[in-house]
């Protein structure tokens, strides 16, 4: 079936470092993939999303390019801030991101220190 | 325009009993998903409601049930409570093709 892995935490950077949070998926036919944040207390917000082989997803200075030839979908930023500090979930969709069924990796809980 | 609403925030229960819980889409939306979270287990998809019928349902035992009302307002409930039903249950609205808007979410508590 259906799956998503992504690295498990929590990581650790200062401010101004470089991020990057790997994710790779297995699924059949062509996915629809999503990165989503969870700031403490609160639901997911969706950060970026690529629909396609080859799109990019960007917001807030993420982004994540949708890699079919190695099924990865991974999450980098230039330049963290202490704000970014949150839990991050890859996902995926086979049925276009609308029809509930989306499939979570087990998040990865970003810390950045000032 | 007011986002996905999820009531009760918080809810504390014993073994055995049922629990209701509701989410209000944002207006407009049709679909409504329902997932859990634990630690262990992660983001589980539930079920999902599309204009009052049940179009996609996860992994779970018949304890966990779900409705959808002609507003597009969900609820799930839960019967027969386990110690292991203790979670998060996140609710997620949408109209547009591929993209799901999420509540802050009711944390369930069963002693």
């Known amino acids: 079936g259906n799956s998503v892995t992504q690295m498990e935490g929590p990581v650790t950077l200062s401010e101004e470092a470089f991020l990057t949070i790997n994710c790779t998926y297995t699924a059949t036919g062509y996915p629809s993939l999503f990165w989503y944040v969870q700031y403490p207390g609160e639901g997911l917000q969706l950060l970026l999303k690529?629909?396609?082989?080859?799109d990019k997803g960007s917001n807030k200075g993420f982004e994540a390019t949708y890699r079919k030839e190695t099924t990865s979908f991974h999450l980098e930023k230039g330049s963290v801030q202490v704000s970014d500090s949150a839990v991050y979930f890859c996902a995926l969709s086979s049925y276009g991101g609308s029809q509930g069924n989306l499939i979570f990796g087990k998040g990865t809980k970003l810390s950045v220190k000032p | 325009k007011a986002g996905v609403t999820q009531t009760p925030r918080y809810l504390i229960k014993t073994r055995g009993q049922q629990v209701t819980l509701s989410c209000s889409p944002i207006s407009g939306h049709r679909s409504v998903s329902w997932y859990q979270q634990t630690p262990g287990q992660g983001l589980q998809f539930l079920f999902e409601y599309f204009s009052e019928t049940q179009r996609n349902k996860g992994n779970f035992p018949g304890r966990f049930s779900g409705r959808q009302f002609s507003n597009s307002r969900s609820e799930m409930n839960v019967s027969t409570l386990e110690l292991g039903d203790s979670a998060l249950y996140l609710c997620a609205s949408s109209a547009d093709y591929n993209e799901q808007f999420f509540g802050p979410g009711t944390r369930l508590t069963v002693l």
């Open positions: 690529a629909t396609k082989a080859d």
